[in-house]
C-alpha cells in the first residue's frame, strides 16, 4: 500500500537550532497538509498545500516556522529558531482532493523534542 | 473554523458491549464530516467521509450517521472488540474553510476483555 512518509521519525534538538522535518507525499496526492499534535489542542492544522501552492497557512507561526513544498514529492516544514514550546508531534497527511471529499492519508508523524 | 465537540471524552467498555459516539459541529455552512481512528503510537486513518443528510456507512462492525440539520454524527461499534482501542476523530469540513479539516479532540475507547 502507497504510504505517506515522514522524516526524521523522532528529532532531540537544544533551544535555538534550525529542524527540519520532511514529508513524501503519495504518489499522485495534489493536497499536502501539516499538522501538529498537542495534549491541549489535540490535532491543529498548520499549513497546506494544493498542486505544491501554499493554500492556507493560518495555524502556523509565521515568525519561526515556515512550510514549502519544492517538488510534488516532497513538502517540508521548518522551525528556526526552535523553542521547548514547539516540542509535539508532527503529522504531515497527503490527499487526491478533487471535489474535497476524500479522506486525508497521514505520514507517521516526527516527534520532535526541544530541549 | 467549525467548532466541534465530541463526547464522552473516554469511554472503557466489556469486550462484545455495543458503544455509540458522538461528534457535534454547527450546522450552518457545512461541507462535509469525516471520521478517524487513531490508534495510540500509530497514525490517524480515515473511517469515513459523509456528506447528505441522512447518510449512514458502515465498515464491519463500525458504522456512522450524519444529521446536517441539527449537526451532529454518531459513530457505532457493535460488539467491540480489544482491537478497536482507539481514538475516535471526527472532522466537520466548512463550505468557507477550502479543504481544511477540524478535528475535535476525539474520544478515546478502551475495549477490555
Sequence with gaps: DARVTQTPRHKVTEMGQEVTMRCQPILGHNTVFWYRQTMMQGLELLAYFRNRAPLDDSGMPKDRFSAEMPDATLATLKIQPSEPRDSAVYFCASGLLQGGNQPQHFGDGTRLSIL | ?113
Design chain 2, 1 to 113: 473554523i467549525l467548532n466541534v465537540e465530541q463526547s464522552p471524552q473516554s469511554l472503557h467498555v466489556q469486550e462484545g458491549d455495543s458503544t455509540n459516539f458522538t461528534c457535534s459541529f454547527p450546522s450552518s455552512n457545512f461541507y462535509a464530516l469525516h471520521w478517524y481512528r487513531w490508534e495510540t503510537a500509530k497514525s490517524p486513518e480515515a473511517l469515513f467521509v459523509m456528506t447528505l443528510n441522512g447518510d449512514e456507512k458502515k465498515k464491519g462492525r463500525i458504522s456512522a450517521t450524519l444529521n446536517t440539520k441539527e449537526g451532529y454524527s454518531y459513530l457505532y461499534i457493535k460488539g467491540s472488540q480489544p482491537e478497536d482501542s482507539a481514538t475516535y476523530l471526527c472532522a466537520p469540513r466548512g463550505s468557507n474553510s477550502g479543504y481544511a479539516l477540524n478535528f475535535g479532540k476525539g474520544t478515546s475507547l478502551l475495549v477490555t476483555p
